[in-house]
């Protein structure tokens, strides 16, 4: 006998194992700088196209020249009334009239927020209901390759560094709430966390210490920040401010308030890496192969027996075991383990990782994982 | 005092490119049993007379390092571990009766051809025949009743296993090709459906005035 069937209690299936990783290349959980492609962040080229940042900047692990880079989030600046888009889109001569802006805040809103509740809204004290509404928005959004099933709340660490005020650098650290907040409500957009300032290795720098800073959706690998008060903490970027200040600030440039958060971002990643792990569930059987003491104790192998090329002294010995200490006691020494469907056909296979001795005197169980 | 080894071995398998065919096309594998494989091992390796004792016998063995997965079915699984009552002294080896075929394209007989096993195996499940060029004749499995299954992979390679005929049966028949216009090698190998030991033999059909392709 060769094959052995499987008895029910041999296999189990139907269920999910969560795998955790660190979310960058390599199962890498910080990433420490960042790239956008200029094809997406001209400023005042009239290049006139969805791809061209009008809506978002893609964020990449590697420089784009490079094989290796991928595009890991997205950032997008949503306003609520519209501002903020781009001089050329609202030239009514000229531009489309697009209003990307006022689209990014509405699709974030019908995506994440109860119907009829129109504006994002921030706590900012530990008090229930006391809030603050937001007009304008920035959204991280995860690519959702990359965070497979949920980026892993608790585990999420993002500084952003900005001018300051008086041009006094300053950076923020924001971290979810989920260790003082586990138990967080169920919402339109799934779980969410409030983002509130601290590290992963210390924990919140006070309590339930909101501040509006901004919510974690982890089911939708979505962070959404509050424009203003990301603004309050960090002041200007490169010159630039994080909500719609004024138009005055951009000149005859595009307006790329996307831009100006992913500067926020990259030089804050430079001074503390950005963290951040991920789940994916995987579905997998196990099958649990139990070789009986008396089961596969002889080898097909041509080198368990005596063979022409041995050129044996009595030529009867052919076939015959290789070794007289195993006419008793035969040795074999498992490598692998086929696994086969009612036709017979190898469907998968499982190697050891280091032969397995089986002889009439131990019994062997091999638990063999498949991931479908 | 010593912990219990209660270890259990845990791996991880790998579809193999039938096994991933079977997923796309019906969604499930369906698996139903296994089989057990010593590919890497070599036996000639055991030292029954080692300096240092029966615990370095079989060490040069335990070390053999172990190849990754491939996923070619037909290259896995060759030699199969078989269980056999305790006390035997050889393996079950098939033979058969003859150690060659050479026929002409235009041979009218037949060539019977009928696998035995020693010590007596493969009785129930009985043999799988497999031509490797099918342009070579046709291979025709007789006898068993009742088997459909019982396929053995077939170690000839992806390119070989689409010109391969398969059989299932306890004796075969080859007719060779007549239309064949150039003289023509394969080999045929009789697997043991139980025993799982193997024997190959050449194959040739002549064409006269030609010379093998």
């Known amino acids: 006998m060769i094959f052995k069937q499987f008895d029910s209690t041999d296999i189990v299936a139907g269920r999910t194992q969560p795998v955790s990783t660190g979310l960058w290349s390599d199962g890498e959980s910080v990433w420490s700088s960042f790239y956008t492609s200029s094809r997406q962040t001209q400023q005042s080229s009239s290049l006139f196209e969805p791809l061209n940042g009008l809506y978002y900047t893609n964020v990449y692990d590697a420089p784009t020249g490079s094989s290796s880079s991928d595009i890991y989030f997205s950032i997008a600046y949503g306003h609520y009334a519209g501002s903020g888009s781009s001089a050329f889109d609202v030239n009514s001569s000229q531009g489309s009239l697009l209003f990307p802006t006022k689209v990014i805040y509405n699709q974030y809103r019908n995506l994440l927020l109860s119907p009829g509740d129109d504006k994002f809204t921030f706590a900012t004290s530990s008090l229930s209901g006391s809030v603050t509404n937001a007009d304008d928005i920035y959204a991280i959004s995860f690519r959702n390759a990359k965070y497979k099933d949920k980026l892993d709340p608790g585990q999420f660490e993002m500084t952003l560094s900005g001018s300051g005020v008086g041009g006094i650098a300053t950076s923020v650290t924001i971290i979810d709430d989920s260790r003082d907040n586990p138990d967080t409500g169920v919402q339109s957009g799934g779980k969410r966390y409030n983002l509130l300032q601290g590290t992963l290795v210390s924990g919140s720098l006070a309590t339930r210490n909101y501040q509006g800073i901004g919510l974690m959706y982890p089911d939708l690998g979505i962070i959404i920040l509050n424009a203003k008060k990301v603004h309050e903490l960090i002041g200007k970027v490169d010159g630039y401010s994080l909500y719609w200040n004024t138009a005055s600030e951009w000149g005859t440039n595009f307006s790329r308030m996307s831009n100006v958060l992913f500067t926020a971002i990259n030089k804050g990643a430079a001074l503390s890496s950005m963290k951040a792990r991920i789940t994916e569930y995987v579905p997998a059987r196990h099958f649990f192969v139990r070789v009986k003491n008396q089961e596969y104790n002889y080898s097909n192998n041509p080198t368990f027996v005596i063979s022409d090329n041995d050129n044996p002294s009595n030529s009867q010995d052919i076939g015959k075991l290789r070794f007289t200490d195993f006419y008793t006691n035969p040795k074999v020494y498992i490598t692998t383990v086929g696994l086969y469907n009612d036709n017979n056909d190898l469907v998968a296979v499982a190697k050891l990782s280091q032969p397995l001795l089986k002889d009439f005197t131990n019994e062997c169980l091999v638990r063999i994982k498949i991931d479908v | ?213």
């Open chain 2, 1 to 213: 005092m010593a912990y219990i080894n209660n270890e259990i071995i845990t791996v991880d398998a790998v579809l193999t490119k039938k096994g991933r065919e079977l997923l796309a096309a019906n969604g499930g594998l369906n698996i139903k049993s296994y089989a057990l494989a010593d590919d890497e091992i070599d036996y000639r390796l055991y030292q029954p007379n080692h300096p240092q004792g029966s615990a370095y016998y079989d060490l040069a063995i335990r070390n053999t390092p172990v190849f990754e997965a491939f996923t070619d079915e037909t290259q896995l699984l060759k030699y199969k571990l078989v269980t056999l009552p305790s006390g035997v002294t050889s393996i079950p080896v098939i033979s058969l009766g003859q150690s060659a075929i050479y026929v002409d394209k235009d041979y009218k007989g037949e060539v019977v051809i009928v696998p035995s096993t020693n010590p007596v195996y493969n009785t129930t499940l009985g043999y799988t025949a497999i031509l490797s060029n099918k342009s070579a004749g046709t291979i025709i499995g007789e006898q068993l009743q009742n088997v459909t299954t019982a396929t053995i992979p077939t170690f000839i390679g992806d390119v070989s296993s689409t010109t391969a005929q398969v059989s299932l049966g306890l004796r075969f028949r080859f007719v060779p090709n007549s239309a064949l216009t150039q003289t023509l090698s394969a080999t045929l190998t009789v697997i043991g459906n139980e025993s799982g030991g193997s024997v190959t033999i050449p194959v040739s059909v002549n064409v006269k005035g030609t010379t093998s392709s």
